[in-house]
C-alpha cells in the first residue's frame, strides 16, 4: 500500500501567501521527514519531525504531526518565488530500514 | 566534510548496454541506500546495503539490477540489459549507522536516458 501520500498534488499561489502541503501515511512510524526536490536537481532536507513530537519549526517552515490520524502537514509562511519546488515527505517506519516516499506536491510560487 | 557524491550526473545508454552507477557515501557512514524516482513521481526505495552486505534489496528488480557495497571504495548500482524503462533518476543516500534516528543524507543523483 501506499505511505506518505502528499495532497494537493499541485499548489499554485501569489507570493506572500502561506503554503500548506498535507501528507497521509498508513503504518506506525519512527519519524517523518518533508524534502523539498527542486526542477532536475537531488533532495534538500528540511525538517524532521519525531513520532513523540506534534509540531516543529524552522524558519518559515513549520511542521505539524497527529499520529492519530497518520497526517502530518507542512506550512510554509511567506512565501517566496524561490520556494517553487516538489515537495515530499517521507517516513521512516518501525522495523521498517528504508524511507518510504509519497507522490509529491509540486508548489508553484506566482511573483 | 564533503556529502554524499554520485557520478555520473548524467548517463546515456542505447537498449542493451549496461549502467553503472556510483555513490561514495559521506565520511563515516557505512549504509547505503539507492532510490529510484520515475519521472513526475516520488522516490521509491531500492536497495540497502551496509559494508560488503545487503540488507534489504526488496525493492529491487528481480532481474537485471544489482547492487554492492565493497569493502572499499563506492557502492555500485549495475543494470544490465537496460530497456527504456529504466530511464530516471538514480539517488544514493547514506546513513552514519546505529541505534537512533535513521537520517538519511541524499546525492544529487545520476540521471540515467536510455535510448
Known amino acids: 500500500s501506499q505511505q506518505g501520500e502528499e495532497d494537493p498534488q499541485a499548489l499554485s499561489i501569489q507570493e506572500g501567501e502561506n503554503a500548506t502541503m498535507n501528507c497521509s501515511y498508513k503504518?506506525?512510524?519512527?519519524?517523518l521527514q518533508w524534502y523539498r526536490q527542486n526542477s532536475g536537481r537531488g533532495l534538500v532536507h528540511l525538517i524532521l519531525?519525531?513520532?513523540?513530537?506534534r509540531e516543529k519549526h524552522s524558519g518559515r517552515l513549520r511542521v505539524t504531526l497527529d499520529t492519530s490520524k497518520k497526517s502530518s502537514s507542512l506550512l510554509i509562511t511567506a512565501s517566496r518565488a524561490a520556494d517553487t519546488a516538489s515537495y515530499f515527505c517521507?517516513?521512516?517506519?518501525?522495523?521498517?530500514?528504508?524511507?518510504?516516499f509519497g507522490q509529491g506536491t509540486r508548489l508553484t510560487i506566482n511573483p | 566534510n564533503a556529502g554524499v557524491m554520485q557520478n555520473p550526473r548524467h548517463l546515456v545508454r542505447r537498449r542493451g548496454q549496461e549502467a553503472r552507477l556510483r555513490c561514495s557515501p559521506m565520511?563515516?557512514?557505512?549504509?547505503v541506500y539507492w532510490y529510484r524516482q520515475l519521472p513526475e513521481e516520488g522516490l521509491k526505495f531500492m536497495v540497502y546495503?551496509?559494508?560488503?552486505?545487503?540488507?534489504?534489496e526488496s525493492g529491487m528488480p528481480k532481474e537485471r539490477f544489482s547492487a554492492e557495497f565493497p569493502k572499499e571504495g563506492p557502492s555500485i548500482l549495475r543494470i544490465q540489459q537496460v530497456v527504456r524503462g529504466d530511464s530516471a533518476a538514480y539517488f544514493c543516500?547514506?546513513?552514519?549507522?546505529?541505534?537512533?534516528?535513521?537520517?538519511?543524507?541524499f546525492g544529487p543523483g545520476t540521471r540515467l536516458t536510455v535510448l
Open positions: 543516500a547514506s546513513y552514519i549507522g546505529g541505534a537512533g534516528i535513521n537520517e538519511q543524507f
Open positions: 517521507a517516513t521512516d517506519a518501525r522495523g521498517a530500514q528504508k524511507l518510504v
Open positions: 503504518t506506525s512510524i519512527n519519524n
Open positions: 565520511k563515516g557512514h557505512s549504509h
Open positions: 546495503l551496509q559494508k560488503e552486505n545487503i540488507i534489504d
Open positions: 519531525i519525531r513520532s513523540n513530537e
